[in-house]
């Protein structure tokens, strides 16, 4: 995607440059946010994972840890994340390149789930909602069966030049169900760090 605002330009540089992927505030935190997640994604029985913004790879471990017979594919645009990512999972498959540009890497219905976490609440809304209505499209091409989120529902759409908020039922209401709750384990909340909703799209 070409004219890309300043701020989407910014926050790409800001993950291409970032060396954050093997630090333990990324490897070693927010497990039990990761298996309930997983957990929520696997209940389709996908045979076919990709995560867009997978950084270090650590949603992608968790899944495998649960069902190593399932095909995972990583996408990123920082390439030493992915290799990071690579290093700790051997038999993941990893394609380097930007969110805006799905379409280039990726045919009609190549996997089961797709899936994000804390990765769409860097993406820039813009007054038009041009640029995440086209990630949403690809997305929606990219899956077969479902697409999960775990990511900041609602309308506010600026959080300190950081992050983002996104309104995915307005967004998702082309298919078939669209469903977004707070993650909780027995009532209790464990949500955070831009991670503040689980979005489940049926396609």
């Not at 990893?94 to 996997?111: A, C, P, Q, R, W």
């Not at 959080?159 to 307005?170: A, C, L, Y």
Request: charged content about 25%; hydrophobic content about 35%.
């Amino acid at each position: 995607m070409e004219n890309l605002t300043n701020d989407q330009t910014r926050m790409q540089k800001h993950w291409i440059d970032s060396n954050e992927f093997s630090m333990n505030g990324y490897e070693a935190t927010h497990m039990e946010r990761r298996k309930y997640f997983a957990e929520h994604i696997l209940e389709t029985n996908p045979k076919s994972i990709l995560e867009i913004g997978c950084f270090g790879g650590y949603n992608l471990r968790v899944i495998n840890e649960i069902d190593s017979t399932i095909k995972l594919t990583g996408f990123d645009i920082n390439p030493r994340a992915l290799e990071f990512a690579k290093s700790k999972l051997s038999s993941l498959n990893t394609v380097n390149g930007s969110i805006y540009e799905l379409d280039k890497y990726f045919n009609e219905n190549e996997f089961d789930v797709v899936f994000t976490s804390g990765c769409l609440i860097h993406i820039p809304n813009g007054d038009d909602n041009i640029v995440i209505n086209s990630i949403r499209d690809n997305l929606m091409n990219i899956a077969k069966n479902g697409i999960y989120h775990l990511e900041h529902d609602g309308k506010d759409a600026v959080h300190n030049h950081i992050r983002w908020t996104h309104d995915f039922k307005n967004l998702y209401e082309s298919a078939k169900s669209t469903e977004v709750f707070v993650p909780k384990i027995n009532g209790r909340d464990i949500s955070g760090n831009g991670c503040q909703h689980v979005v489940k799209i049926q396609l």
